[in-house]
C-alpha cells in the first residue's frame, strides 16, 4: 500500500514538473519604454502646445474610434464595416475643448522619407470619416524650421469661424477704432511700414 502511495506521489511531481516545462514564458513580459513619442513626434507636439495650447487640449495617437461614433439610422452591417475599419486608424493630434473635452480638430505628420513614408498617401477613408462628423483635418509635411506662430496660422485657416472667435488673441499692437474680424485687434486707418519678415518655412500642408 505504501509502495502504491509513494508511486502515485512520483507521477503526480513528474506530471507537474512536465506541465511547467510545456508553459509558455513569463506572462508578463514587459519592461518601460524609452519615450513614448519619436523625435518628431515631440518636435511637433511642442509646436503645438506653444501655438495653441491656451485654448485647447492637445492629445496624442487618438484612435479614430475615440473621436467618432455611428450615426443612429446607420444599418447593422455599414456600422461594423465602418467601426472596424475605424478601429485600425490613428490620429497623430487630436485638439479637445478645454471646457468639454470634445474634439474640434485632427493634425496628421506626413513624412515623404523612407521606402512607403509616413501617411504620405492621403487615407480617403479618414478624411472621409472626419469630414461627414465636421472634424477639421489637417496634414503637415514634417521638415525643419516651423515655428509656433506657423502652425497657429495653418491651423486657425481650418477651423471653422464660431472656433476663431473663442481663440486667444494675440497681443495687442496699438489702439485704433476699426476692429480685425478674425483676431478682434484694433486694425489700422492707414497703410503701415513693417520691418516683419515673410517666413521663408511657412507651414506646408500634405
Do not use: W
Given at each position: 500500500?505504501?509502495?502504491?502511495?509513494?508511486?502515485?506521489?512520483?507521477?503526480?511531481?513528474?506530471?507537474?514538473?512536465?506541465?511547467?516545462?510545456?508553459?509558455?514564458?513569463?506572462?508578463?513580459?514587459?519592461?518601460?519604454?524609452?519615450?513614448?513619442?519619436?523625435?518628431?513626434?515631440?518636435?511637433?507636439?511642442?509646436?503645438?502646445?506653444?501655438?495653441?495650447?491656451?485654448?485647447?487640449?492637445?492629445?496624442?495617437?487618438?484612435?479614430?474610434?475615440?473621436?467618432?461614433?455611428?450615426?443612429?439610422?446607420?444599418?447593422?452591417?455599414?456600422?461594423?464595416?465602418?467601426?472596424?475599419?475605424?478601429?485600425s486608424k490613428h490620429l497623430d493630434f487630436v485638439l479637445c475643448s478645454k471646457q468639454d473635452m470634445s474634439p474640434?480638430?485632427?493634425?496628421?505628420?506626413?513624412?515623404?522619407?523612407?521606402?512607403?513614408?509616413?501617411?504620405?498617401?492621403?487615407?480617403?477613408?479618414?478624411?472621409?470619416?472626419?469630414?461627414?462628423?465636421?472634424?477639421?483635418?489637417?496634414?503637415?509635411?514634417?521638415?525643419?524650421?516651423?515655428?509656433?506662430?506657423?502652425?497657429?496660422?495653418?491651423?486657425?485657416?481650418?477651423?471653422?469661424?464660431?472656433?476663431?472667435?473663442?481663440?486667444?488673441?494675440?497681443?495687442?499692437?496699438?489702439?485704433?477704432?476699426?476692429?480685425?474680424?478674425?483676431?478682434?485687434?484694433?486694425?489700422?486707418?492707414?497703410p503701415i511700414r513693417t520691418n516683419k519678415t515673410v517666413p521663408r518655412n511657412p507651414v506646408v500642408p500634405a
Open positions: 500500500m505504501e509502495l502504491g502511495i509513494i508511486l502515485m506521489m512520483l507521477l503526480i511531481i513528474v506530471a507537474v514538473a512536465a506541465m511547467k516545462l510545456n508553459e509558455p514564458g513569463i506572462a508578463f513580459p514587459f519592461k518601460k519604454k524609452g519615450n513614448l513619442f519619436t523625435p518628431v513626434e515631440r518636435t511637433f507636439l511642442a509646436l503645438i502646445d506653444d501655438a495653441v495650447g491656451k485654448d485647447y487640449r492637445i492629445l496624442c495617437r487618438v484612435r479614430m474610434n475615440d473621436i467618432l461614433s455611428i450615426r443612429q439610422s446607420t444599418n447593422k452591417k455599414t456600422s461594423i464595416s465602418a467601426t472596424t475599419r475605424a478601429s474640434v480638430m485632427a493634425i496628421d505628420l506626413v513624412h515623404m522619407k523612407g521606402k512607403d513614408g509616413y501617411k504620405s498617401q492621403r487615407d480617403y477613408f479618414v478624411s472621409g470619416a472626419l469630414d461627414a462628423a465636421n472634424i477639421p483635418h489637417v496634414r503637415i509635411k514634417v521638415r525643419s524650421g516651423y515655428t509656433a506662430a506657423q502652425i497657429r496660422e495653418c491651423i486657425h485657416a481650418k477651423l471653422p469661424k464660431p472656433q476663431l472667435k473663442q481663440l486667444s488673441p494675440p497681443a495687442s499692437q496699438g489702439k485704433s477704432a476699426l476692429t480685425n474680424e478674425l483676431t478682434g485687434q484694433p486694425k489700422p486707418t492707414r
